[in-house]
């Protein structure tokens, strides 16, 4: 599925929302790709609630492979501060941390999809 906003509409997931250290970023665009796919366009609740279920499904997942969902505890720390993006950097966490969990993240999701459409 290609749509043109998503890049946009997923940037400010990044550091756990908005930098705020919450649930990471790669969890939250997964269950956006969850509702893209099998969310309801209109009001259905066999649909919403089976979106529910998926997404529990992933939340789950991505728990068991990279052990937290907030991404204050995968990275190892606080991003609210004035200084945290740079040591963020300095640290090179996005290399050491959070591509791992990228791809965990995708690899728990492409392999719930594929099992979901059986």
């Given at each position: 599925m290609e749509y043109d906003c998503v890049p946009r509409i997923a940037t400010g997931l990044a550091g756990g929302v908005g930098m705020q250290g919450e649930f990471c970023g790669a969890l939250m665009g997964g269950v956006l790709i969850i509702g893209l796919r099998h969310g309801a366009d209109i009001p259905d609740d066999e649909i919403k609630y089976a979106c529910y279920d998926?997404?529990?499904?992933?939340?789950?997942?991505?728990?068991?492979?990279?052990?937290?969902?907030?991404?204050?505890?995968?990275?190892g720390i606080d991003l609210t501060g004035d200084d945290a993006y740079q040591t963020y950097k300095?640290?090179?966490?996005?290399?050491?941390?959070?591509?791992?969990?990228?791809?965990?993240?995708?690899?728990?999701?492409?392999?719930l999809m594929v099992e979901w459409e059986r």
């Open positions: 998926k997404t529990s499904q992933f939340v789950q997942a991505f728990e068991a492979v990279n052990g937290n969902t907030h991404c204050r505890e995968l990275t300095a640290l090179n966490l996005k290399g050491k941390v959070c591509t791992d969990v990228v791809s965990n993240a995708v690899h728990a999701l492409m392999g």
